[in-house]
């Protein structure tokens, strides 16, 4: 089974729980995992069915053989990437027991760059299975540029020999929606940093409280230095607020003289022609 490994991996493995950062390339998928997840629903519906799994072996390994033949050729034409338990979690036969009934939490945290913001003309599909094949989960038509998903990989046996087996494999589809003839479709770049175990997850939400309650106090001492600054202002304007009033007071009433005198004078000024045009009519007889 083909898969496309990356680069850029780093590690930090604390005690049973591991955080893990990977970069990948996102190529252009020629098609989306719809009609893969259908046909697995129907094997594993199939496999499930058989009701004596010891006389009907054959069979069983049949379907099985039929799944790992679908899953291979998914995982040759797209961007997967296949996570063994054991290289990123360190066995242990009690902490291992702890989780038979409650599961395997996984948290991963994805980044994209270079994806087009809209949906129409691109977006990604995530699929992720189990060492069965079993869809652990799918999300569709992801364009946001940061997501979490949070899964829970079941453990059904506390053996060594059964959890050194153990993987899930991480699904990329990279979708071009858009089928004009002039359209084109660009790579994703996806980085990816996942945890193992609510150790883990609960130490990066601390973290995370951490950041946010120290952003919080910032903001605090941002709010503070505003009302500070707001009450110097309006100190300000209490003090300086009396003098534009009567400035402007006194302005107003320059204006209104010089308002009073231009008009007086233009009165005078029409007065005087009045009387001039009556004396001149009369001088030449003509009033």
Partial sequence: MNLNFLFGISLLIRLAFAVV???IEVPPSESDSADLVTELNLLHQELYAIDKPDKETQKAETIKEKIDKLVGVYVGKHRCIRYYLKEYFLYDEDEIDSHINSGLFIN??????????????????????????DVLRKISKVNDRYLSVLLDYPLVD???????????????????YDKSWNAKLDAVDAYIEFSFGLDAISSIYDESSEIVDTAGENLMKVEKELDTILKQYLNMLKTTEPQFRDKNEDTLTKYMICFAIIFVIYVIVNIAQIIWLIKYLKSHGLL
Wanted: glycine share 2%.
């Fill in 158 to 176: 506390k053996s060594e020999e059964y959890f050194n087996k153990q993987y899930f494999d991480v699904c990329l589809e990279n979708i071009q």
């Fill in 108 to 133: 991963l945290h994805f980044k994209f760059e270079n994806l087009d913001s809209d949906s129409r003309k691109q977006y990604l599909n995530l699929l992720f299975l189990d060492k069965n094949a």
């Fill in 21 to 23: 950062s990977i970069g």
